[in-house]
Antibody
Framework: EVQLVQSGAEVKKPGESLKISCKGS????????VGWVRQMPGRGLEWMGV????????RYSPSFQGQVTMSVDNSITTAYLHWSSLKASDTALYYC??????????WGEGALVTVSS | QSALTQPASVSGSPGQSITISCTGT?????????VSWYQQRPGRAPKVVIY???IRPSGVSSRFSGSRSGNTASLTISGLQTEDEGDYYC?????????FGGGTKVTVL
């Protein structure tokens, strides 16, 4: 069974750094793009970008380019989303998802990030 | 690229059929067979119910069907059930990027 297990909820202050994780299992992790999707409170889905674990090729949405960094560690089949300096506007639920063809066929449960002073 | 346009809400009675539209342009929805639909029940992660415009994943009810006309894709839910309540998002994959629609809240009356 394909599974994506995300790290838990985080509460951070503005200016702090954060890395959240997404561990894939049940499939060949290196061979499928992993996407990240933001959902702000009460709002819709926003595509942030994707990373290909096989060679770490990344594609970012223009809205998120320079704001976050995607990375992977194939040895532990885990993808990461990193912020170097959080803002209050980064408060949201973040999903990782496996891209299968042209859609996202498996999703993590989401990681809630709260940024507040 | 702008978000795809969906109605904010659609409602129907149990047993009825409803249709959710997703309007884009010839550069996304109308130009590629790569529209997908996601169901998000309250407090849950999204789940794909249709991909590549018309294909229903294994395990998804046959009450869900997809279609497209020009630059508008549609998701039809027939025989509406209370378990169908939630938010529905369309997505269009173009050149390694995905654009989502703004989402439609489905209410079963």
């Amino acid at each position: 069974e394909v599974q994506l297990v995300q790290s838990g909820a985080e509460v951070k202050k503005p200016g702090e750094s954060l890395k959240i994780s997404c561990k894939g299992s049940g499939y060949s992790f290196a061979n499928y793009w992993v996407g990240w999707v933001r959902q702000m409170p009460g709002r819709g889905l926003e595509w942030m970008g994707v990373i290909y674990p096989g060679d770490s090729d990344t594609r970012y949405s223009p809205s998120f380019q320079g704001q976050v960094t995607m990375s992977v560690d194939n040895s532990i089949t885990t993808a990461y989303l990193h912020w170097s300096s959080l803002k209050a506007s980064d408060t949201a639920l973040y999903y990782c998802a496996r891209q299968y063809g042209r859609n996202f066929d498996a999703w993590g449960e989401g990681a809630l990030v709260t940024v507040s002073s | 690229q702008s978000a795809l346009t969906q109605p904010a809400s659609v409602s129907g009675s149990p047993g009825q059929s409803i249709t959710i539209s997703c309007t884009g342009t010839s550069s996304d929805v109308g130009g590629y067979n790569s529209v997908s639909w996601y169901q998000q029940r309250p407090g849950r992660a999204p789940k794909v119910v249709i991909y590549d415009v018309v294909i229903r994943p294994s395990g998804v009810s046959s009450r869900f069907s997809g279609s497209r006309s020009g630059n508008t894709a549609s998701l039809t839910i027939s025989g509406l059930q209370t378990e169908d309540e939630g938010d529905y998002y369309c997505g269009s994959y173009v050149d390694s990027t995905t654009i989502f629609g703004g989402g439609t809240k489905v209410t079963v009356l």
